[in-house]
């Protein structure tokens, strides 16, 4: 079974450093765009970062200069470094990928992780 898996989430106080991690298991023969994602209740989850098979990246203008997405192929992995960080940040963070996992199929299908949580609070 396909599945992603994050960790690296926690409290902070605001102005540290947190660095989620997000990999793969099971059978995936290769991965398209992957991405972070954040909710807070009552609020719609919004893109925070992405980066596609060629490394490029985008980053929401809430994050862009504090946040930083990486990526390793070999590893089915995903992470995000967040810095600098503010109350707002507050939220489950959820990682997501387009996985390719049956054989000889061309066709790449939407996974997500379970989310993790990151509070920042003094």
């Known amino acids: 079974q396909v599945q992603l898996v994050e960790s690296g989430g926690g409290l902070v106080q605001p102005g540290g450093s947190l660095r989620l991690s997000c990999e793969g298991s099971?059978?995936?023969?290769?991965?398209?765009?992957m991405g972070w994602y954040r909710q807070t209740p009552g609020k719609q989850r919004e893109l925070v970062a992405v980066i596609t098979s060629d490394l490029t990246t985008k980053y929401a203008d809430s994050v862009q200069g504090r946040f930083t997405i990486s990526r390793d192929n070999a590893k089915d992995a995903v992470y995000l470094q967040m810095n600098s960080l503010k109350p707002e940040d507050t939220a489950v963070y959820y990682c997501?990928?387009?996985?390719?996992?049956?054989?000889?199929?061309?066709?790449?299908?939407?996974?997500w992780g379970q989310g993790t949580q990151v509070t920042v609070s003094s």
């Open positions: 997501r990928a387009d996985l390719r996992v049956v054989a000889g199929s061309p066709r790449y299908d939407d996974y």
């Open positions: 099971g059978t995936i023969f290769s991965i398209n765009t």
